[in-house]
């Protein structure tokens, strides 16, 4: 088998999670239809990826878009504007967490979920979050454009901080307790003055949470990066394993250290 290149990559499996997302619902009485016909434009894809690319940029070609950075708010401001481009009702909840809405045909079922986040590590990729945000924007702009409707919303989530502590996503979860708001980041400001720099409001952090049932389900596309497939001189590699990882920040003398 000829191996993906990366451009490849990202628009087979972009075009899988859109078709993840499609149920029709027929007539009463009728079996509910599935379409396996969509397929997102990998053109306009790779484009959103390079554009973004730009925030952050370090002259190696990587980024450093570490979150509550001012390279990070320039990104999120782009990223909203494809989401507003995109039809969806956009909003900031109260821990940072960028969310487009994309009504359904019964607003009475739970949203699906879908997305990723698009800070970065010091020095890191422009694959690694970025991907799962603008692939999941591309699927709606795909479901847009061939007037498909979906019986449940569909959201596209922007998690803030993913990278120095996963504050949004544990905001999400209930789980980001208030002392960390104290807790100081890589873009010198505290988690707590990073949350208000974005948009979101840390007093309220406990409305960004979703209980039991609330969300219906939550799809990411994700990709890693490092040097071992160049290294190894191959375009693309399949996970066989994956480890857990707990992240914890440690204050010592005014310094923020970060363990995995």
Known sequence: MKPMTRREFTLRTAGAAAGAFVSVRGEPGQA??????????????????KELSVFGRTPEGGVSRVAFSEADHQARSYVRRLLEEAGLDTRIDAAGN???????SDPLFPPLWTGSHIDSVPEG????????????IEVVRTLQERSVALRH????????NEEGGKTG????????ERRELELP?????????????????????????????????????????????????VDIGVVEGIVGIRRWNVKVQGFANHAG
């Open 32 to 49: 509910r239809q599935k379409s396996t016909t969509l397929r997102v434009d990998g053109d306009r894809l790779n484009r959103w990826v």
């Open 98 to 104: 960028l969310i487009g809405r994309r009504t359904s």
């Open 125 to 136: 990729g422009n694959y690694d979050g970025n991907v799962g945000s603008l692939a999941a």
């Open 153 to 160: 919303p569909l959201d596209v989530v922007i998690f803030s």
């Open 169 to 176: 996503s544990r905001a999400v979860s209930g789980e980001l």
């Open 185 to 233: 980041t890589a873009s010198g400001r505290t988690i707590g003055e990073g949350i208000r720099f974005i948009g979101g409001d840390p007093a309220r952090l406990d409305e960004a949470r979703r209980g039991p049932g609330e969300i219906a389900a939550f799809l990411e596309l994700h990709v890693e990066q490092g040097g071992i497939l160049e290294q190894a001189g």
